[in-house]
């Protein structure tokens, strides 16, 4: 049994509850970060609670917990769950209120869960092979650069890949892609140029993706931000997705049209590699 988090309290899963009128539940009045775990110790922890505050402040959420607080309720639930590798789920809400489409005021407390997933994360079959991507059309909301729980969409982009036997979608508004249904999206062309869409309100900022971008530059690799179409994506040598849990991933198929050789390319599977290496010996990892 797991021991989650709810409001101040370390609970066994089963006694973690929040109320039927929680705004998260009706509302998805909701924001959350995943922070990955490798070998007890969290990756880029303090970029995803900025990007939660940033995200509470889009929204006009009352401050929640600081960013030490959260800090040390992640460690503990690692310590409890004696977590060596997997993810920390962290979700904030605008707290319990009668269904109201009027906002609670503002010292209504918010509700703040945690719960971990044991699972591997360096590790992966997947990125040995690569997964195949469908295209859609992109049907959130324009704030795609809130991490907020309205991830019907997402679920609904995932499970139309998987009965086309992908893994994942791409989302394209007016004929450009904004980014997966939960990662961004990168091509690498012909001549060697990388490109990932520029920020904007229409997709998140990946804490992965900025890692990358400044891993490229580092390393001499020539990068564009832009919005890039499905068509150049097809005519791409290589592509890859990114995220805090799938890291750099090889994308090897797009509507059903091979990228490159139809599997990872040299360059994902080395920037993956880099990208790893670089991430644990900052977190302090050695492996
Ligand atoms: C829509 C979307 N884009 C991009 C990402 C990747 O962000 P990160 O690298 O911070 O995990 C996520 C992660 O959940 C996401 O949901």
Known sequence: MRTVYVNGKFLSEGGGVVSIFDRGFTMSDSVYEVTSVVA??????????????RSMGELGMPKG????????????????????EGLVYLQITRGVQDRNFELPAADNALT???FTQARPVVESAQAERGIKVISLPDLR???????TTQLLYACLAKDAAKKRGCDDAWLVRDGLVTE?????AFIVTRDGLVITRDLSTELLP?????RIVELEASHGYRLEQRAFTI?????????????????VMPVVEIDG?????????????????LYIEDTLSRAGIRR
């Open 40 to 53: 007890g110790k969290m990756l880029d922890f303090d970029p995803h609670m900025a990007r939660l505050q």
């Open 65 to 84: 917990p600081g960013a030490d607080a959260l800090k040390a309720i992640h460690l503990k639930m690692i310590e409890l769950n004696k977590l060596d």
């Open 112 to 114: 703040v869960v945690l």
């Open 141 to 147: 909301w324009h704030r795609s650069d809130i991490k």
């Open 180 to 184: 997966g249904s939960a990662n961004n």
């Open 206 to 210: 990946g804490i992965t993706r900025k």
């Open 231 to 247: 068509a150049e994506a097809k005519a791409a040598v290589e592509a890859f997705i990114t995220s805090a849990t799938q890291f």
């Open 257 to 273: 049209a091979a990228i490159g050789e139809g599997k990872p390319g040299k360059f994902s599977v080395a920037l993956r590699k």
